[in-house]
């Protein structure tokens, strides 16, 4: 059984209580389809690692006590400091000592200001437990929540037999009765309510390994395969930020991907099953997922070189560029496809090749997509809404006419 980031490390509450329940039969017939990424690397395949891959954002079914590892040497504490912000979040850290010097070292972090970071209450979701729904309105790349989280902790690591008691006892009454009203899926009390509950946070400063984090109000976030939010981690302020990847209606549910979007339909459903113990019965399916993997341009952006040459050879047609875009523009809206890599490598190319046509409107519009895509995923738009302002400005502005070749 292969679940999250780790296989093979198995143990007693390691599976999701209700994971050997029959999935229900998805009413399409469904081709499995190949993953757009290797598959992960076991650690259980290899010798104790020494550094470890940092896991992509995204949910991951994380927190596995491992039985091969080295006994550990958890350092737990909390930042930031109860005295430098005594009404806030604090986060229990679960890391090593060099994290935990350098985590220190870095801080006094900013104060979250919960009204800035949260478009969302927590409601009850027929057939999910609780879930997530919006207040208002919010446009794509917007923040819908910022939040520092409740505990952030490696998500691969031997953890002590009396992981669960020690954790809770160096944590505020609040914060523990927080973290244990979270959705549990294994057996495990606070390991469990990680694992079911952490986003990947990717590596600390002084740890490269792979930790999660676990908010009280993102952990509620639901599953989709056609999400309509991102996760970010946000190290500057010490936060997990979420934010929109297309405009969410007042009361709609937020959601995030927690495996790879792009994977097959029956691989997604057997990492949704055997990590979070349910199967999805979102509208997303394959029909044309796979394609996108196909297409060099969905991982490897247009290069400017080629760009550059295609504007200024006299023999090649004004559209050369755009078929194979526009087809992947077609299959990312087919497929309910909204993560920013994929968007962005084809806005990015789409707002040059405009640019170098002298399409104001199209310029425009590609612009804005590339703003609210890099928003979405960095939390700036990157330049991209100067650009839209003025296409004219950018040095791509009207190279083909300027060329003599319009
Ligand atoms: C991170 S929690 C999300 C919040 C959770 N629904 C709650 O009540 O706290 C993950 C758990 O939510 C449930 N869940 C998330 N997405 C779901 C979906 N699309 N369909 C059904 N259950 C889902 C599963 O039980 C999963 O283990």
Same mark, same amino acid.
């Given at each position: 059984?292969?679940?999250?980031?780790?296989?093979?490390?198995?143990?007693?509450?390691?599976?999701?209580?209700?994971?050997?329940?029959?999935?229900?039969?998805?009413?399409?017939?469904?081709?499995?389809?190949?993953?757009?990424?290797? &598959?992960?690397?076991?650690?259980?395949?290899?010798?104790?690692?020494?550094?470890?891959?940092?896991?992509?954002?995204?949910?991951?079914?994380?927190?596995?006590?491992?039985?091969?590892?080295?006994? &550990?040497?958890?350092?737990?504490?909390?930042?930031?400091?109860?005295?430098?912000?005594?009404?806030? /979040?604090?986060?229990?850290?679960?890391?090593?000592?060099?994290?935990?010097?350098?985590?220190?070292?870095?801080?006094?972090?900013?104060?979250?200001?919960?009204?800035?970071?949260?478009?969302?209450?927590?409601?009850?979701?027929?057939?999910?437990?609780?879930?997530?729904?919006?207040?208002?309105?919010?446009?794509?790349?917007?923040?819908?929540?910022?939040?520092?989280?409740?505990?952030?902790? &490696?998500?691969?690591?031997?953890?002590?037999?009396?992981?669960?008691?020690?954790?809770?006892?160096?944590?505020?009454?609040?914060?523990?009765? +927080?973290?244990?009203?979270?959705?549990?899926?294994?057996?495990?009390?606070?390991? #469990?309510?990680?694992? /079911?509950?952490?986003?990947?946070?990717?590596?600390?400063?002084?740890?490269?390994? &792979?930790? #999660?984090? /676990?908010?009280?109000?993102?952990?509620?976030?639901?599953?989709? $395969?056609?999400?309509?939010?991102?996760?970010?981690?946000?190290?500057?302020?010490?936060?997990?930020?979420?934010? +929109?990847?297309?405009?969410?209606?007042?009361?709609?549910?937020?959601?995030?991907?927690?495996?790879?979007?792009?994977?097959?339909?029956?691989?997604?459903?057997?990492?949704?099953?055997?990590?979070? #113990?349910?199967?999805?019965? $979102?509208?997303?399916?394959?029909?044309?997922?796979?394609?996108?993997?196909?297409?060099?341009?969905?991982?490897?952006?247009?290069?400017?070189?080629?760009?550059?040459?295609?504007?200024?050879?006299?023999?090649?047609?004004?559209?050369?560029?755009?078929?194979?875009?526009?087809?992947?523009?077609?299959?990312?809206?087919?497929?309910?496809?909204?993560?920013?890599?994929?968007?962005?490598?084809?806005?990015?190319?789409?707002?040059?090749?405009? $640019?170098?046509?002298?399409?104001?409107?199209?310029?425009?519009?590609?612009?804005? $997509?590339?703003?609210?895509?890099?928003?979405?995923?960095?939390? /700036?738009?990157?330049?991209?809404?100067?650009?839209?302002?003025?296409?004219?400005?950018?040095?791509?502005?009207?190279?083909?006419?300027?060329? #003599?070749?319009?």
């Amino acid at each position: 059984m292969r679940r999250g980031f780790l296989a093979g490390l198995d143990t007693p509450n390691s599976r999701p209580k209700s994971s050997s329940a029959k999935a229900p039969q998805h009413p399409t017939k469904r081709t499995p389809l190949a993953p757009i990424r290797p &598959p992960p690397v076991s650690v259980a395949d290899s010798a104790p690692p020494t550094t470890l891959t940092p896991i992509p954002n995204g949910h991951v079914g994380c927190c596995e006590r491992a039985k091969t590892l080295p006994p &550990p040497q958890p350092v737990i504490f909390q930042v930031p400091s109860k005295a430098s912000q005594p009404d806030g /979040t604090i986060t229990t850290c679960i890391t090593i000592p060099e994290a935990r010097e350098k985590l220190l070292s870095k801080g006094p972090y900013p104060a979250i200001d919960a009204q800035e970071g949260c478009r969302i209450r927590v409601v009850d979701v027929p057939g999910k437990g609780k879930g997530c729904v919006s207040t208002g309105a919010i446009p794509r790349g917007a923040l819908i929540i910022r939040e520092r989280p409740l505990v952030i902790a &490696p998500t691969v690591m031997a953890f002590p037999g009396n992981f669960d008691r020690i954790v809770a006892h160096a944590m505020s009454a609040d914060a523990r009765a +927080a973290l244990l009203s979270l959705n549990n899926c294994y057996e495990d009390k606070i390991i #469990g309510v990680l694992r /079911t509950n952490n986003w990947g946070i990717g590596a600390l400063p002084g740890h490269d390994a &792979p930790y #999660g984090g /676990t908010g009280a109000i993102i952990s509620r976030i639901n599953h989709s $395969c056609a999400p309509n939010a991102l996760f970010r981690w946000n190290e500057e302020m010490f936060a997990a930020e979420v934010r +929109a990847l297309r405009p969410i209606r007042r009361g709609e549910e937020v959601t995030m991907c927690y495996v790879p979007e792009l994977e097959g339909y029956a691989s997604r459903q057997e990492r949704l099953r055997d990590a979070y #113990g349910f199967t999805c019965t $979102c509208e997303a399916v394959d029909g044309l997922r796979a394609q996108l993997e196909g297409l060099t341009s969905h991982s490897d952006e247009l290069p400017d070189a080629r760009l550059w040459g295609w504007a200024r050879d006299t023999r090649a047609r004004d559209d050369a560029l755009l078929g194979a875009l526009e087809q992947q523009v077609a299959i990312m809206e087919q497929e309910l496809y909204v993560r920013p890599e994929g968007w962005l490598t084809v806005a990015r190319a789409l707002v040059k090749i405009y $640019c170098a046509l002298g399409n104001t409107v199209a310029a425009r519009r590609w612009a804005v $997509c590339a703003a609210s895509y890099t928003r979405a995923a960095t939390g /700036t738009d990157g330049g991209w809404e100067a650009v839209a302002r003025n296409p004219e400005q950018t040095v791509w502005w009207g190279v083909r006419v300027k060329a #003599g070749l319009r």
